[in-house]
């Protein structure tokens, strides 16, 4: 039975909840003379940052009123036992909870292990550090919570719920791990802390009771009851603020906390002009925008943006300050997330797994890129050369040898390398590898010590108290590998925020739990939708919402009666606010509006139904003055550029797609890497199909004859691919890239036996690779660039990949194709009857100034295709006719390349392409998608 000593307090409405319960401490303890002594208060309340507020709040009393105050003691519910009791071992931490369940799983049996772990470990291996300690901290939460509800985990498993449950066996499991766990920790001196607790409510521990307790909370747990009964039975005054008027005393138990029954079906009376819907989650915080323009001039302090869907806060974050609104998180950014947080993270992975995309992240860090330069003492690009190297090789792992001709780079990255492979094999015990890390993490941090901010020194010190934890518990990590060190502090920091606290004014953002306690004269919230507004929690792995309600805990009733009343009493206090709802989520999911907007009569719900599903209304708030034009970017316009005198054959097919894409490559050179690569792109495939055909076409050549047996071309295109893969790759290569390169092979073994057919035919390689011109490789080349006819000025430059002569005299000019499906010239160079390529055209010139003679022939491609249902050898029909028409075209693109005319094409490009971002033409899509 609750004890009758608690007394409740109703604060009434009409105000702010804080500035309520002041002006009740201020009556309930007067002061004595000029001195306002509150030093034998504890006040509990949800949160800790409506405890700072309220300090602040009691301070700024005290001033007006000329009081010197003595502040009470504030913390949060869940810290209670803290402040009350007196420990008989060392609390364990949380870290020292989670070091205990890891030994906990590790030394129960392999059939546990399946039943928690869920089977996903190799056949042949224990389970991996990651997928235990990840289960460690899922333990370490859901004792905890299970603790709120008095009960442990045999209490569970021996619930009447568990009687043909399914999940009977492994809870059976969790309580003998549980018994093993404690047992553990008492060895080492520690003690859970609800152990603690249950120890007092056992009567077995000591209590330093305060004289006077104050709780402001919605719902407490059954083990926050029991401990406050037995407060009250020590001699602590108790009392209850409730922010609600004295005539809804039957909608609140004893302890002053909701009851479920009334508000699950409480009637909220809100103002259909406060209720506003958007579309998308941009059109939510567009709403919000909107709304703060209809305020007029206003003080950011003032106003305050509640989140209950978490997926806008980024948005906000975003929005907010585009449009001149300084937005500021009171309770900071998590640590794990900072800049140190993220180094120690990418670290352990890269400890973990040595990938080379994990090394290549680090590197991005500009800490780690100073850590680098500083043990080679270089000053070169390293990121970019990385990159290079990355887009080149296509790594899978990297180590301390790459190949040759980034033989360069590997000397950089070398000592880098070698000192995180030290690492990664040390076997030292925990108090050396605590060392080891620490060190080495000084060592990297050493060369930006001056560049560090604020927000790194606070995490730079949470790391260090953590580290000093670890030597407090090196009798529990044993066995613990670097990485494993490095989860577990990044575990830790992931618990801590840093504060992003600003001087000037500004917004604040607040999750939903906060906007009832906050004080700000506004209140706009955001993502009042169902599941959000109230949360629901369905699917737990461990404590499903019927498991929740046959055990006492906090389940979905209950947190619909806290929402409910928190939203009715946030209405009726005094401010203004305003509630949003949106249409769809942000992956573009249907979305319904919180069910506590849907309360009242029939008619009037149904009318808020249909406003939601009505027409969408776009929020959009008013680009500022200078803003082009319908809002759309044109494409920035480069000041004076060079004039071309060269041209590559290939060239005249960019300019004909689009002359600014053309004058951004090919005058600019400007050049787009990929920082992730992840497959061999279809120039880099096509360009190692190149040079393996190349260097076939040159052993052809050197034999002086055609090789006629399909199986001897087979065998020397594998061996001259194999060499080829060692040449650019090195051992280790993606899972993606093998099988391109095995497709590779298998379309030059089809290849092969249609050579073989061109051979007996009569035809022979008589030359490859002819170049004119300098290209993009440092290989000499064997003609100059050759001028257009009738318009000098302009020099062509290309490369040929393969020339044919047959017996009879005749010549083909040959370029080698690797797409998907081998397509006719006509397809490539002609639509419509316009020419949208000029290469194969083009090289009539080519040839012609190399010596060959042209009067008998002919152009085409020699394919290597995904599919063999097709011929290899294809050639292009034209006659001199097309070729007239292909050389006036060409000199149409001269003339207008030369008097700088690069207007961007009317219709972009149907595929993205390097330049979209550039060019605008994609740039919305990709930004929202990202």
């Known amino acids: 039975m609750p004890s009758m000593g608690i007394e409740r307090v109703f604060l009434g409405s009409g105000q702010h909840c804080l500035h309520a319960v002041v002006d009740h401490l201020l009556d309930r303890f007067p002061p004595d003379g000029r001195r306002w002594n509150l030093a034998e208060l504890l006040l509990l309340l949800p949160g800790s940052r409506a405890g700072r507020r309220l300090r602040t709040l009691l301070r700024e009393r005290a001033t007006v009123l000329h009081l ?52 996903n470990r190799s056949e042949d291996g224990p389970y991996p550090d990651e997928a235990v300690e990840a289960m460690a901290a899922t333990l370490v939460s859901v004792e905890a919570e299970v603790a709120g509800a008095g009960m442990d985990f045999q209490g569970i498993s021996d619930h009447a719920f568990m009687e043909g449950n399914p999940d009977a066996l492994r809870w059976r499991d969790l309580s003998s791990l549980q018994i093993w766990h404690d047992q553990w920790l008492r060895e080492h001196g520690f003690e859970r802390r609800d152990a603690r607790t249950s120890a007092f409510l056992d009567g077995h521990r000591k209590v330093l009771a305060p004289r006077h307790i104050g709780i402001i909370s919605a719902d407490l747990n059954t083990m926050q009851r029991r401990m406050i009964d037995s407060l009250v039975e020590t ?8 922010h609600a008027p004295q005539e809804n005393e039957s909608c609140f138990d004893d302890y002053g906390c909701v009851v479920p029954a009334v508000w699950s079906n409480r009637i909220i009376d809100i103002d259909d002009r406060i209720r506003h819907v958007g579309d998308g989650p941009e059109d939510q915080i567009g709403c919000i925008v909107d709304l703060l323009g209809s305020l007029g001039p206003f003080d950011p302090d003032d106003v305050s943006v509640g989140l209950p869907d978490e997926s806008l806060l980024p948005i906000c974050r975003r929005v907010l300050p585009e449009w001149g609104v300084p937005v500021h998180e009171p309770l900071g950014v998590r640590m794990d997330q900072s800049r140190i947080g993220r180094i120690l993270g990418l670290l352990e992975r890269f400890l973990e797994q040595k990938e080379a995309s994990d090394f290549a992240a680090l590197v991005r860090e500009p800490i780690v890129e100073r850590w680098i330069r500083a043990a080679d003492d270089s000053d070169t690009e390293l990121l970019e050369r990385f990159d290079r190297y990355r887009e080149d090789c296509l790594p899978m792992h990297i180590g301390t040898g790459l190949p040759d001709r980034h033989a360069s780079l590997a000397r950089m990255l070398r000592p880098t390398i070698v000192r995180l492979d030290e690492l990664r094999a040390s076997t030292a015990g925990p108090e050396s590898m605590v060392d080891q890390i620490e060190a080495m993490l000084l060592e990297l941090l050493n060369p930006s010590m001056d560049l560090l901010q604020s927000d790194d020194r606070a995490v730079l010190e949470a790391v260090g108290s953590i580290l000093d934890e670890l030597l407090h518990l090196r009798p529990l990590l044993d066995g613990c590998s670097a990485a494993s060190l490095l989860r577990l502090m990044r575990g830790e920091l992931a618990a801590q925020s840093v504060g992003t606290s600003t001087t000037e004014a500004a917004v604040d953002l607040l999750g939903w739990l906060d906007c009832h306690l906050d004080d700000a004269d506004t209140l706009l919230i955001a993502g009042c939708n169902e599941s959000m507004l109230p949360m629901s929690v369905n699917a737990d792995p461990f404590l499903p919402n019927e498991l929740r309600s046959a055990i006492g805990l906090v389940d979905n009733e209950r947190r619909l009666a806290r929402d409910a009343y928190l939203l009715d009493a946030t209405l009726r206090s005094g401010r203004v606010v305003h509630l949003v709802s949106g249409r769809r989520g942000p992956d573009g999911e249907n979305q319904v509006p919180s069910r506590l907007l849907l309360t009242g009569a029939t008619e009037r719900i149904a009318s808020n139904i249909l406003e939601f599903t009505g027409a969408s209304r776009r929020f959009r708030v008013e680009p500022p003055a200078d803003a082009v034009e319908s809002g759309v970017v044109r494409c920035p316009r480069p000041g004076a550029l060079p004039v071309l005198d060269s041209m590559s054959v290939t060239a005249f097919r960019d300019y004909l797609t689009c002359p600014y894409r053309f004058m951004l490559k090919h005058v600019l050179r400007l050049d787009c890497r990929d920082d992730e690569p992840d497959e061999l792109t279809a120039l880099s495939f096509g360009s190692l199909a190149h040079d393996v055909l190349e260097a076939f076409g040159r052993s052809e050549i050197d034999a002086g004859e055609a090789t006629c047996d399909a199986e001897r071309i087979r065998e020397r295109l594998d061996d001259l691919l194999d060499g080829e893969i060692r040449r650019r790759f090195g051992p280790s290569l993606l899972p993606a890239v093998r099988l391109q390169l095995d497709q590779l092979r298998w379309r030059l073994r089809h290849f092969a036996a249609q050579q073989a057919a061109e051979a007996r035919g009569g035809w022979r390689i008589v030359e490859v690779e002819l170049s004119f011109g300098p290209g993009s490789s440092r290989i000499p080349c064997d003609h100059p660039p050759v001028p257009f006819p009738t318009r000098e000025s302009m020099l062509l430059r290309g490369r040929i990949d393969r020339i044919d002569q047959h017996e009879d005299g005749r010549i083909r000019i040959l370029d080698y194709k690797t797409g998907n499906k081998t397509k006719k010239p006509t397809e490539l160079h002609r639509r419509h009857g316009d020419w949208i390529d000029l290469q194969l055209p083009l090289y009539r010139h080519l040839i012609r100034a190399a010596g060959f003679d042209l009067t008998d022939a002919s152009l085409g491609y020699v394919g290597l295709p995904a599919r063999t249902d097709g011929g290899v050898f294809v050639l292009a029909p034209w006659g001199d006719d097309e070729y007239v028409t292909a050389d006036a075209r060409a000199v149409e693109i001269i003339v207008a390349v030369r008097a700088g005319e690069f207007e961007p094409a009317q219709d972009p490009p149907l595929f993205h392409d390097d330049w979209s971002r550039i060019c605008g033409s994609t740039a919305v899509e990709l930004e929202d998608s990202e």
Not at 85 to 110: F, G, M, N
């Open 68 to 119: 010197q105050l003595v502040p009470p003691d504030i913390t949060t519910i869940g810290r209670l036992a803290d402040r009350v009791l007196v420990p008989e071992y060392e609390t364990a931490s949380a870290l020292a909870e989670r070091l205990a369940w890891i030994a906990a799983i590790r030394s129960s049996d392999q059939p546990v292990q399946d039943r928690l772990l869920g089977r």
């Open 235 to 242: 001699g602590s005054s108790v009392f209850g603020m409730i």
